[in-house]
C-alpha cells in the first residue's frame, strides 16, 4: 500500500520524467536505514517512518519494540495508518476523514530544511483525550515551522484500550510488574529513534523540543516526569495540558479505582475472560466495546514508569529541569461543554451551591465566578480547574527551578468563531501555531485569509520557534516576551501579541487551595469536579 502512490505516478510519467522524478527525491542514509522522501520546495519531507514494530497479535500491549535496520530504501513518501480510534463523533468542529488505521501504526514524520545541519528539533504529540488523533492531521503539517530553520517530527502513538489497559496477566509479563502505560512508552521510543537518527535529517538529538496540546500537552507533563525520557529533550511546550488526578496501578486513591482490575473487568464486559482472548479481539472491535463499556484511556501511576501523581512530582521537584512554554485558551470550555455540570435555574441557587461546596472559600469563589452570569461563570470555572491552573503551575514549577520559562494565554477571536460563541476555544490557536489555517477539518470555523490573521500567525510561529532554538520566544517586529519571573508576566494573543503580569488575579490561588486540600484528605479526585459539581472541600487545616 505504502508505494502505490509512487509507483502510480511513475506509471503515468514519460521515463525520462520518471527517472527524473527518482532521481530527485531526497534519500537520507541514517543509523534506522536508508530512506526516500520527498523535496517541497526548500524543505524535505520523510512520512510514514517506523520507529517501533507494529504492536499486534502477542505485542499488543507489550513495550514497543525496536524495528531492525531497513533493508533496501524505504519509501517515506506517505503517510503511516492512523492509530485505531473510534470514528468521528458526527458534527464535531475537530472531526477529519481518517485515512486507513491499523494497529501497525507506530510511525512518524519529518519535515526539514534542506541543507539543514544541527537545526533545532520540534517533537510533535497530537491530542484527543488519548483516544483519537494521528500526527498526520493536516493541522500538524510542519512546513512553516521547518521553514524557520526547525527539523519538525510528528508522531503516532496507541491510543485508547491499544495504549492504556492495564492487567494482571499484563503487568505479569512486565519486567517492572506493571502494565499500562504504553501509549506513554511509545511517545518516548520515538523520541529515542529522534535522539539515534535525527541528525541524518539534519537535526541536532541535544537540542529537541517536546510539543503537544490538550492530550498531547497533557503527554508533554508525563514524558517530563518519565525517569525513562530524561535527557531525550533539551524544553517543552504544553498547550492547554491538564493536571488532574490519575488512577494508580493497585490502590484506590483519590476517589478513582486501581486500573489493573479495570483488564479483567473489561474482559468479562466484551466475553474475553482471559489476556489471550483479548489479544485475539479485532482491533476496532475492541476499541468500540472498550468505549461503548466506558473505558477511560490515561496515563497510569504503576510506581515503575511513572513513580507519582504528577502534581506530586513537580511538588518535588522531581520532573525535568527545562525550560517550558505553557497556556491555554480563553474559550475552552466553549468547545467542550460536555465537561460542564447542570446548570442551575437562578443566581440564588448558584450562590447557595457554591457557598456549600467551597465553604470558606466561596467568597474567593464567587468573586472569580459570579452568579449574575451563570453561563460564563461555568464556563471559566472549568477552564481554570482544567488548563489555567495547569498552565500557571507548569511555568511556576520550573521557575522555582530556576529555568526562565514562559507563559501564555491566547484570547483571540474571528468572525467565524465568535459567531459561533466558540471565541479562542479550544485547540483554536493550532492555526496559528503551524500556519495552517487553510487545513483546519470541514466543521472548523473558517479563520479569514486577512493580513491581521496572517500577521498572528507569523508572530506565533516565530516565538515557538525561536523557543524552540533557544529557550527564549522572540518575533520578527513582536514585544519581547518577558518570563514568567517574579513579576507572573505572560503573554496574551488577543489582535496582537501583547505582554501583560499577573494573569486573571486570584485564579492560581483559588484553584491550588482546591486541589491541595483534596490532596491532603484524599478520596477526592481533582479535575473537572468544580464549581457546581465540586464535592465539599475539606477545611483549610486539612491542607496543612
Known sequence: MKRLAILWLLSILPRSSAAAALESAPVVAAPAGELRGASVGRLLVFKGIPYALPPTGPLRWTPPQPVPRFKGTLDATQFGFVCVQPKPRPGSIYSWELPPMSEDCLTLNVWAPAGAHEAPVFFWIHGGSLASGAGSDPLYDG?????????????????????????????????????????????????????????????????????????????????????????????????????????????????????????????????????????????????????????????????????RQIVEVFDRGEQARVPILAGFNQGEIRSLRMLLPPAVADAATYEKEIR??????????????????????????????????????????????????????????????????????????????????????????????????????????????????????RAAGQPAWPAYGTERAYMAFEDTPTPKSRLMPGMYELNEGVVCRRRARGGIPWGWNVGLASPPLPPEAACK
Open 143 to 307: 512546513a512553516e515551522l521547518a521553514a524557520r530553520g526547525l527539523v519538525v517530527v510528528s508522531i503516532n502513538y496507541r491510543l485508547g484500550v491499544l495504549g492504556y489497559l492495564a492487567h494482571p496477566a499484563l503487568s505479569a509479563e512486565s519486567r517492572l510488574n506493571v502494565s499500562g502505560n504504553y501509549g506513554l512508552l511509545d511517545q518516548i521510543a520515538a523520541l529515542r529513534w529522534v535522539n539515534v537518527n535525527i541528525a541524518a535529517f539534519g537535526g541536532n538529538p541535544g537540542n529537541v523540543t517536546i510539543a503537544g496540546e490538550s492530550a498531547g500537552g497533557l503527554s508533554v507533563m508525563y514524558l517530563m516526569a518519565a525517569p525513562e525520557a530524561r535527557g531525550l529533550f533539551a524544553r517543552a511546550v504544553a498547550q492547554s495540558a491538564y493536571m488532574i488526578s490519575a488512577p494508580e496501578l493497585r490502590t484506590a486513591t483519590f476517589g478513582g479505582a486501581p486500573a489493573e482490575p479495570v483488564g479483567p473487568w473489561l474482559g468479562e464486559r466484551l466475553g474475553a475472560r482471559d489476556l489471550a482472548s483479548l489479544r485475539s479481539m479485532d482491533a476496532q472491535a475492541l476499541t468500540d466495546g472498550a468505549v461503548k463499556a466506558g473505558f477511560f484511556p490515561f496515563f497510569v501511576i504503576d510506581g515503575g514508569v511513572l513513580a
Open 356 to 473: 456549600s461546596r467551597y465553604g470558606d472559600l466561596a467568597d474567593a469563589f464567587l468573586a472569580l465566578y459570579p452568579p449574575t452570569r451563570i453561563d460564563e461563570s461555568m464556563l471559566a470555572t472549568t477552564r481554570d480547574a482544567l488548563y489555567g491552573w495547569t498552565a500557571e503551575r507548569l511555568v511556576a514549577s520550573q521557575t522555582a527551578l530556576g529555568v526562565p520559562s514562559f507563559l501564555y494565554l491566547f484570547d483571540h477571536g474571528y468572525p467565524a468563531a465568535d459567531s459561533l460563541d466558540l471565541h479562542a476555544f479550544h485547540a483554536s490557536e493550532l492555526p496559528y501555531v503551524f500556519g495552517t489555517a487553510r487545513q483546519t477539518p470541514p466543521r472548523w470555523p473558517a479563520v479569514p485569509p486577512t493580513p491581521a490573521e496572517t500577521q498572528l500567525s507569523n508572530a506565533m510561529l516565530d516565538y515557538w520557534a525561536s523557543f524552540s532554538r533557544s529557550g527564549s520566544p
